[in-house]
């Protein structure tokens, strides 16, 4: 009796063989990253926001090195998420823009530096 050519039967591919599965770690609870505050010049943001009662449009843009653009958009991404407030006026002619955290920016903050934290300490157990 023939062998069976496993890769004719199979649509033109060989078979591999079974990888043995090695016994994972302690599992973590996984919870979904807010995708707000992920997002590098966001978290940025955020974190200067933190750490300051208030910055203005210049002084983040500076601090980050960020463009007029980059930093307005995702600021403005934060500000519909109610994570920062804006306020917009004049210093004598000068338009000026300040910003300032929310109580929820610094409750999701906080979270998210929580769950980071928590997958640094599981990475070094395993």
């Known amino acids: 009796m023939a ?18 599965v090695r ?8 919870q979904e990253l807010d995708r707000i505050i992920h997002e590098r010049v966001r978290l940025a943001i955020v974190s200067a926001l933190a750490v300051n009662d208030a910055m203005t449009f210049a002084d983040l843009k500076a601090l980050l090195s960020a463009t007029d653009g980059n930093l307005s958009v995702h600021a403005r991404k ?8 804006c306020t917009k006026g004049f210093d004598g002619r000068v338009p000026r823009t300040e910003y300032r955290l929310a ?21 070094r157990k395993g």
Do not use: C, F, W
């Open 103 to 123: 109580a929820a920016g610094r409750k999701a903050l906080e979270k998210y530096l929580a769950h980071m934290e928590a997958l640094i300490r599981a990475t």
């Open 78 to 85: 934060l500000e519909d998420a109610g994570y920062v407030h």
């Open 3 to 20: 062998k069976k050519n496993h890769a004719s039967s199979e649509g033109g591919r060989a078979r591999r063989p079974a990888v043995p």
């Open 23 to 30: 016994s994972a770690p302690a599992r973590v609870e996984v």
